[in-house]
């Protein structure tokens, strides 16, 4: 663009659109297999955020840039960005995407910011800060605007609910779908499991929580096979070893049903359509990543209704969900990881 307004736009996006456009380059599985791709730092770049050319000729846009600067600092220690600052994009974990998606908008200076969930994706903390900032914003004049249910509305709609808790440790009979023995996970400077150790049955139901980038969806991806660090380590599912010989990654992935914010995202699959694949003949275990991510508020209870009615119905296929919010967890997952404790 020739000239730059820092102050000009009308309306920017920092939902699922937004996120989409921003993984259009991307993979599936590709956070996990290498780390190209734009940093945060170069997303929020003042050439990015402003599609300024970095070769044109003659135009200092010294205010714009003043402008952004103080945007910059505001944005930066808020969302506490520091830390992702190095990081690519791709290898965000979606709450942490969704801040720094946030953040860009601001940076545009547009009037109104929508999205259509302002907190999808984010654990509690970052749920409670956002209120705050979109608060201050307002006030600032900025209008925040939410295609779907207010937090508020969703809270009461998860006091109605809530799922029933059990003791992790407790015994059970059946034979063991996934064990993991001694994991370790780095990312670059960044330990997510250190000497980790779980075992999944028939037929339990296992919700597993921890803030943004403790590690969730990559535990997923470790029993999907969809990291390479699957093979790496002492990981079976269904009795079977990855890497060994006679077993294959479609042996073990027919049994997998998988519906995920990642496949949202990066497939532009919908929730139903994961769900149809999902809940299928043959599935002995189902992975379930935020379930309602994306979803309007008025078809939230029947895919909830829908999986919770398909694993009554088959008792002995085991569940794993990772949800952020108590009223995004299907009924009758009675057992709780907390990698925020262990790892």
């Given amino acids: 663009m020739e000239d730059v307004d820092a102050s000009s736009l009308d309306l920017c996006d920092c939902g699922l659109a937004a996120q989409m456009a921003a993984l259009r380059d991307g993979w599936l599985q590709g956070r996990y297999h290498s780390e190209e791709g734009d940093t945060v730092a170069e997303m929020l770049s003042f050439n990015s955020v402003f599609e300024v050319n970095p070769f044109?000729?003659?135009?200092?846009?010294?205010?714009?840039?003043?402008i952004y600067s103080a945007r910059r600092r505001f944005v930066d220690g808020t969302f506490e960005l520091t830390g992702l600052l190095r990081r690519t994009f791709l290898s965000l974990s979606t709450g942490e995407m969704r801040r720094v998606l946030f953040a860009r908008a601001i940076l545009t200076g547009a009037k109104r910011i929508v999205s259509d969930d302002l907190f999808g994706g984010l654990d509690a903390q970052w749920r409670g800060r956002l209120r705050a900032i979109v608060a201050a914003l307002r006030r600032e004049g900025v209008k925040v605007v939410a295609r779907r249910a207010s937090e508020r509305q969703i809270r009461a709609a998860a006091g109605k609910r809530g799922i029933r808790r059990a003791s992790a440790a407790a015994e059970t009979c059946g034979r063991v779908v996934v064990s993991m023995r001694g994991v370790d996970?780095?990312?670059g400077p960044r330990t997510l499991f250190r000497d980790f150790s779980?075992?999944?049955?028939?037929?339990?139901?296992?919700?597993?929580?921890?803030?943004n980038g403790s590690g969730k969806t990559t535990l997923l991806a470790l029993i999907s096979g969809d990291s390479p660090q699957a093979y790496a380590f002492d990981i079976a599912v269904f009795g079977k070893r990855r890497g060994t010989s006679g077993v294959t990654f479609a042996d073990v992935r027919s049994h997998i049903g998988i519906v995920s914010a990642e496949r949202c995202a990066y497939l532009r699959q919908t929730v139903?359509?994961?769900l149809d694949a999902a809940l299928r003949r043959g599935t002995r275990l189902l992975l379930l990543d935020e379930p309602c991510y994306g979803l309007p508020p008025q078809d939230e209870a029947g895919i909830l209704s829908r999986i919770a009615e398909w694993l009554d119905s088959h008792p002995r296929v085991a569940a794993i969900?990772?949800?952020h919010r108590p009223g995004h967890v299907p009924a009758g997952f009675t057992r709780i990881l907390d990698l925020a404790r262990t790892t």
């Fill in 198 to 211: 779980w075992t999944v049955r028939e037929g339990e139901r296992w919700l597993l929580k921890g803030p």
């Fill in 56 to 66: 044109e000729v003659g135009a200092g846009h010294t205010a714009e840039r003043r």
């Fill in 321 to 323: 969900c990772v949800a």
């Fill in 272 to 274: 139903g359509e994961q």
């Fill in 185 to 187: 996970v780095s990312f």
